[in-house]
């Protein structure tokens, strides 16, 4: 008797190996750039849910929305992204890295979660403030670490955020728990005042913009995640 193979199997199967390519991928560039990646991991499903909030619930049912991401990786924020995202959405994914700018270009048009979105998607593999400021955005998603960050440039981020973000948009970042507490302990002095400084100018634009903030304890680490909302 031959043996058959359910399309559903074939398609669990390539989602498989597309995300145990993202992971070794992930980990081999985070050890060389830890200072961009944050993590030596990708974000979960679970953080990437919590992420897409305002993609998901979005303001008008049915509206479209111009949405931004900005340290996109391996695609894994995406994901999430993705499967909140109706026609007629449009997504500008940035990735400063280049070689993950090419495999997420890749997995746009082979990985059967982000290509239902390929058409209506673009990767830019560029720094964020190399974006400009001629398009404006209704969500805008950053996965950037903040704590690994001076104070102004994140400062300097923010801003920009704020400035491409139309009025009543949502703003979605996350960072990891604990952060702050470990490096009090095993951090050079140093370290450990530029990011308290770091986390005073994200705690101020969260004390002025912020709407809720969520603990996500399946990932690793931990992370919580913080929307901001931008007056109308």
Not at 88 to 110: C, K, M, Q, R
Not at 176 to 204: C, F, G, H, M, N
Request: glycine share 6%.
């Amino acid at each position: 008797m031959s043996e058959t193979h359910s399309p559903t199997g074939s398609c669990s199967a390539l989602r498989l190996d597309e995300r145990l390519r993202d992971t070794r991928l992930f980990f081999s560039q985070a050890l060389r750039t830890f200072k961009a990646t944050g993590s030596v991991v990708p974000s979960s499903p679970a953080l990437a849910h919590a992420m897409a909030e305002h993609v998901r619930e979005r303001p008008v049912p049915g509206q479209p929305l111009r949405i931004l991401e900005v340290g996109a990786g391996t695609g894994a924020i995406t994901r999430g992204l993705a499967d909140a995202m109706i026609p007629g959405d449009t997504a500008d994914l940035v990735e400063s890295n280049p070689e993950f700018a090419a495999h997420l270009e890749e997995l746009l048009t082979t990985d059967p979660d982000l290509a239902r979105i390929e058409a209506n998607s673009t990767v830019h593999a560029k720094m964020v403030d190399e974006m400009g400021t001629d398009r404006t955005y209704d969500v805008i998603t950053s996965g950037l670490p903040f704590a690994n960050f001076a104070a102004e440039d994140v400062e300097g981020i923010l801003d920009y955020y704020f400035s491409v973000l139309e009025p009543g948009g949502y703003l979605s970042f996350y960072g990891y728990l604990y952060t702050k507490e470990v490096k009090a302990v095993i951090a050079r002095r140093e370290d450990y005042l530029r990011q308290a400084r770091t986390s005073w100018v994200v705690q101020d634009w969260i004390d002025r913009y912020g709407v809720r903030s969520d603990k996500v304890y399946a990932n690793v680490p931990p992370a919580f995640v913080h929307h901001l909302r931008k007056p109308v």
